[in-house]
């Protein structure tokens, strides 16, 4: 990213330099050219960084929305009867730590499909042991609100893994980069041709690179320095180490 930016920068620079001598003539249509292309440039950079602001904060959404999710249905299967109730609360605990795993996997890679596989056969598993407990007490509330709960939980994660595979679109990406460079280029052109003003483009090109390189970290959840927590799953990964919190219900 530095060195498109700033390679742009200073091609911009070395032909201002090279045409200082026809300052008179360049220096009216430049200075209206690059004054408009820097503002749909600001635009652009603006209209990129909301998009990846807006999907960064539905992925921390989605995660606290899947824990909260996991967690109902972890309390509600302590009132299964057994043996449905000891086998749904110990798949429900790797079902967390794939979640959890979830959350440092690169969307469309090898490990996300490799859990993403996972945690589809431990829904399956889950959903065959509530459908024996709402068999067993058709009639019960405790089966059908722990169905219910179960049902909220597998949304959650399709809404979950929806969210870490919608991107910002690469052409608006590309877009971003290169009308930043084609800007900052005629920027530095017309400055250079008035022979004043070097340091301040350097200042603004180095400001640019940064907003792009942000815009960029927000768009990769589990990359670079901005990613998404999972402390909401951790924490609920460590309640689930406590014994449960209710008994299983007595026999008839």
């Known amino acids: 990213m530095f060195a498109v930016v700033f390679g742009?920068?200073?091609?911009?620079?070395?032909?201002?330099?090279?045409?200082?001598?026809?300052?008179?003539?360049?220096?009216?249509?430049?200075?209206?050219?690059?004054?408009?292309l820097l503002g749909v440039v600001g635009l652009l950079l603006a209209f990129g960084l909301s998009l990846a602001v807006g999907r960064y904060q539905g992925r921390r959404a989605d995660v606290v929305v899947e824990a909260n999710a996991i967690g109902t249905t972890y309390l509600r299967a302590q009132t299964l009867a057994e043996p449905m109730r000891e086998r749904s609360l110990a798949l429900l605990v790797h079902y967390t730590d794939d979640s959890i795993e979830l959350t440092k996997a690169i969307p469309g890679s090898a490990d996300q499909r490799r859990l993403n596989a996972q945690e589809s056969e431990q829904e399956r598993q889950l959903w065959a042991l509530a459908g024996q407990a709402l068999a067993r007490a058709p009639t019960d509330s405790a089966p059908r609100l722990y169905v219910e709960s179960?049902?909220?939980?597998?949304?959650?994660?399709?809404?979950?893994?929806?969210?870490?595979?919608?991107?910002?679109?690469?052409?608006?990406?590309?877009?971003?980069?290169?009308?930043?460079?084609?800007?900052?280029?005629?920027?530095?052109?017309?400055?250079?041709?008035?022979?004043?003003?070097?340091?301040?483009?350097?200042?603004?090109?180095?400001?640019?690179?940064?907003?792009?390189?942000?815009?960029?970290?927000?768009?990769?959840?589990?990359?670079?320095?901005?990613?998404?927590?999972?402390?909401?799953?951790?924490?609920?990964?460590?309640?689930m180490a406590l014994p449960p919190a209710a008994a299983a219900p007595s026999a008839r």
């Open 8 to 36: 742009a920068t200073a091609v911009g620079l070395g032909l201002g330099i090279r045409h200082r001598h026809r300052s008179e003539s360049l220096r009216e249509p430049f200075a209206v050219l690059q004054a408009a």
């Open 150 to 239: 179960l049902n909220e939980m597998i949304d959650s994660r399709g809404a979950r893994v929806a969210g870490l595979n919608n991107r910002v679109p690469t052409a608006v990406l590309v877009l971003e980069v290169a009308s930043a460079a084609l800007g900052l280029a005629l920027l530095a052109f017309y400055l250079a041709v008035l022979g004043r003003g070097l340091l301040t483009v350097l200042l603004a090109a180095g400001l640019v690179t940064m907003l792009l390189l942000v815009t960029f970290d927000l768009d990769r959840p589990t990359r670079g320095m901005i990613t998404v927590p999972a402390s909401p799953l951790t924490d609920l990964r460590a309640s």
